[in-house]
């Protein structure tokens, strides 16, 4: 190797690397405390840009079709679209609430006026096989039991309980405090986003201009527009799959008649947005609805769902989600069981369009490596037949 400025230079840098990376390992609580300090100091401004590109998805389409043609409209138009927007979502939550909350608290209602009776029937069944329980009833008669020492263990675990309860409840507010701070610092952030997203989006990329060669700097966006396209395309189709399993659900229970239909409805939706398991979570809520009614039909309702959730895994979703991202039905799956190992619930939501990205640019980089060494493309698609010979001759390729 030629010992030239470069060369060192770049040594130096993989010294330098390698010296810190031994430093990071040998002190990796250090390490991981400040990453959760720095992650802590900044989930407000990451909450934010969440909700921006969330909300930008919606606030563009309303923007592009009600004032794409208008110019008087020019100055105002983002901050009416951005207001538009927010009226359209708060209104869906209004709705939903308003469907959910009354069904709930007469739900709740039932059951509150149910459980006497069902404490009276456990009751009578208690007492209908207490002659079953006789040998039971005499060996604990024969047993001393110390009730003062009892009521005494009963009475320090009580102030034990209570004392840990006040502490929860003290730091529950505090958190639920910081929530709402963070999530008010975070909504601002986004409403700046949102306002200025042109002129931030030029600062970014004079910046990636630049810090790197230009062609590099041109990838790095393209790779970036990408991701951007791929994410918003993943919010429509996920929130789209949504509505047609909570469409769905809806139809079916009402014509077997099952109660509810419109709240479970509604729940399953909301809970669909949580990729392929989400409607498990309503499957069980409304389950539970539906038993304080009828076992009966909480039981059709299982494997109603059973059936609906086979159709919406393996024919709605894959097609819907996968076709709006450009990632095949296969890699979903395998995106959504690898995203929930590593990062749960987030990592269901966000390995699918991060694997789109991947996959778009592993294609790519496949077909122009192949267009490169001038394979045909009859060599995949069609069924080729080769013969042991090739596994003895030698490679030319250099």
Aim: hydrophobic content about 55%.
């Amino acid at each position: 190797m030629e010992f030239n400025k470069k060369n060192i230079r770049t040594i130096v840098l993989i010294i330098f690397s390698c010296i810190l990376f031994y430093l990071g390992i040998k002190n990796i609580g250090i390490v991981a405390d400040s990453v959760r300090s720095v992650i802590g100091v900044v989930s407000p401004f990451i909450l934010g840009a969440a909700i921006a590109f969330i909300l930008n998805v919606p606030m563009t389409r309303i923007e592009y079709w009600l004032f794409h043609r208008t110019i008087r409209l020019k100055k105002g138009r983002r901050a009416l679209s951005f207001v538009l927007t927010l009226a359209l979502v708060i209104g869906v939550i209004i709705i939903a609430m308003y469907i959910i909350i009354p069904q709930i608290a007469e739900t709740l209602q039932s059951i509150a006026t149910q459980l006497p009776d069902a404490f009276n029937a456990a009751q009578d069944w208690i007492y209908a096989r207490m002659s079953y329980w006789k040998a039971l009833q005499d060996v604990l008669e024969k047993l001393t039991v110390n009730w003062n020492e009892i009521i005494r263990n009963l009475s320090t675990l009580m102030q034990d309980a209570a004392a840990a309860m006040v502490n929860s409840g003290v730091s529950a507010v505090g958190n639920i405090i910081g929530a709402i701070v963070n999530f008010f610092i975070g909504f601002v952030f986004a409403v700046y986003l949102l306002m200025a997203k042109e002129k931030l989006a030029g600062q970014g990329k004079q910046v990636v201009y630049a810090l790197f060669k230009e062609t590099t700097a041109q990838k790095i966006l393209y790779v970036c527009s990408l991701s951007s396209r791929t994410f918003s395309r993943f919010i429509s189709g996920q929130c789209l799959e949504a509505c047609i399993l909570g469409l769905m659900f809806f139809v079916a229970m009402s014509v077997l008649r099952m109660p509810y239909a419109m709240l479970i409805a509604v729940l399953i939706a909301f809970t669909a947005l949580i990729p392929m398991v989400g409607a498990f979570i309503g499957c069980v809520i409304g389950a539970l609805l539906i038993l304080m009614v009828s076992p009966l039909k909480a039981l059709i309702f299982v494997i109603m769902f059973l059936v609906l959730q086979q159709i919406e895994g393996n024919l709605i979703y894959p097609h819907v989600v996968g076709s709006s991202i450009g990632l095949p039905s296969i890699w979903v799956l395998v995106a959504v069981t690898v995203g929930a190992n590593v990062m749960g619930v987030a990592g269901m939501i966000l390995f699918i369009p991060i694997c789109s990205v991947l996959y778009s640019l592993f294609r790519f980089f496949v077909k122009s490596r192949l267009k490169e060494k001038g394979i045909e493309q009859e060599k995949w698609i069609k069924k080729t037949e080769l013969s042991e010979e090739i596994l003895t001759e030698s490679s030319e390729e250099k």
